[in-house]
């Protein structure tokens, strides 16, 4: 370590300045701890122009759902940090992309995951807008309209299902997919039109969507498509600090948020692809309390409060 390094000292440092860091911060800082939130502003939902299903806020933009989340939780001392963890030693010595270094009794990542969009043309143009991954986010704005779903396998097929309680006009592009007997009898029950074959791209007019363009020239009308990304867990600095991963790939956290290796906690889409905005602030509230519990309760770990 060079010498003009100056090292910043924290109960707790925060990977991750989304619902699931925030509201963890807000927990801490009401507990009187000193907290750094290290955010790269990358935020997951950032093209997105309204958040929903959280409780007050549904409709609210992303980042002014987060600016409302940094304003809280700076008002009890909880430093805000626009930067990047590069990487975290033995100790918790925490160093950041601008070169600062913190030093923390815990580490929390809610870092988040990072979605890889299905390789046709148009679907990152329209991601956000009229291209969406979850009906419970996205299927109320697309009610009644003529939704398709870009999806090959059995979670196809779901995604398909579940929209139809949304939309009365749902086509399914399986691709090279074949649904199984008991799958189409489920969409043919339910009026689900099936369109096998390759998707060559959705067809966009002045920004809005108007088809889905298949290999054999046909074009299919649609105003509103939904896919399924592959998530990629932003979990690089839980792995290299050998946290214990599922059969799945992903990082292991007991209900607490705890991982495998002593101090380390991780909450929200890290080590839960599924959790929603509202679901992942509550992993990262509830992952604090037990971890603010460790600090008081482990000898090793408390501290005289003021």
Known sequence: MLAMEVIAMYDVVIVGGGPAGLSAALVLGRARRTVAVVDSGEPRNAAAHESHGFLTRDGVPPGELLALGRAEVTGYGVEILDDRVVSVAAGFEVRLGSGRVLQARKLLVTAGVRDELPDVPGV?????????????????????????????????????????????????FPGDYQPTDDEAAQLDERGIAVEPGKVTRLAVTDGRLTGVDLADGRTVVRTAMFVNPEFVPKDTLLKDLGCDLDDQGWVRVDPAGRTSVDGVWAAGNVVDPRAQLISSAAAGATAAVQLNHDLIFNPRESRVQP
């Open 124 to 172: 990152a143009e329209l991601w956000g807008d009229q291209v969406h991954f979850c009906p419970y986010c996205h299927g109320y704005e697309a009610r009644d309209e003529q939704v398709g779903v870009l999806a090959d396998g059995p979670l196809g097929v779901m995604k398909a299902v579940m929209l139809r309680a949304w939309a009365p006009d749902v086509v399914l």
